[in-house]
């Protein structure tokens, strides 16, 4: 979601011998405005990074936390100078980040999909099948995580993933049922039941 993160990355040394003195650089670039260039939004370094052991030594760096202010797609850029080094790929990192602010949305199917009884009221048992969805907002969408649904203000119940079915049986039979469901997305943002 949107929202101030911290940068911190994981690097490690596939050398065969201690590195010290490295400059790491971070760039984030943001592709809502400009979809095919992007825009730098943002830079920082760290300085003085020492490997002490090769063969897959690693060092975590924290870079300064940037606000993800819009929804939409943004790239994470990493750079280390590569001087002495054979494969200049291995000093670079890219990495796509997604910020998702739109609520998801659920629907619902019943079989039979026809009352099968009188004066339009279901007789049997009644399956209702919930289907969420994500959708897309600024090319960017985390998924359905989990529907939450409630039958005639019972316990809240969790179908995990974006679909799934449950049975209104006789026991749960009233005047009318009332049934609420509400899907979650990978990033947090829940649906209005």
């Known amino acids: 979601q949107p929202g101030t993160e911290d940068i911190s990355v994981i690097v490690k040394n596939f050398g065969t011998f201690p590195e010290s003195n490295l400059v790491c650089n971070a760039q984030i670039w943001g592709y809502i405005s400009d979809p095919d260039n ?3 939004l943002y ?4 300085i003085d990074i020492d490997f002490d052991t090769p063969l897959g030594g690693e060092v975590i760096l924290n870079f300064d936390g940037f606000t993800f202010a819009d929804e939409g797609r943004y790239g994470l850029f990493l750079t280390m100078p ?16 997604g910020v998702d602010d739109t609520k998801p949305i659920s629907v619902y199917d ?18 209702v099948t919930l ?12 998924g359905v995580d989990f529907i939450n649904f409630r039958v005639n203000h019972g316990t809240t119940q969790t179908i995990t993933g974006s679909s799934g079915s449950f049975l209104i049986t006789q026991a749960d039979d009233k ?7 509400w899907a979650v997305d990978n990033v947090g943002n829940v649906e209005d039941s």
């Open 38 to 40: 992007g825009t730098k």
């Open 43 to 46: 830079e920082d370094n760290e």
């Open 82 to 97: 590569y001087d002495n080094d054979n494969m200049p790929r291995n000093n670079e990192g890219r990495y796509g980040i």
């Open 110 to 127: 019943l079989d039979p999909s026809d009352p099968d009884g009188e004066n339009g009221w279901y007789a049997n048992d009644l399956e």
């Open 131 to 142: 289907q969420g969805y994500d959708p897309l907002s600024n090319d960017v969408s985390s």
């Open 175 to 181: 005047d009318d049922v009332k049934v609420e469901y």
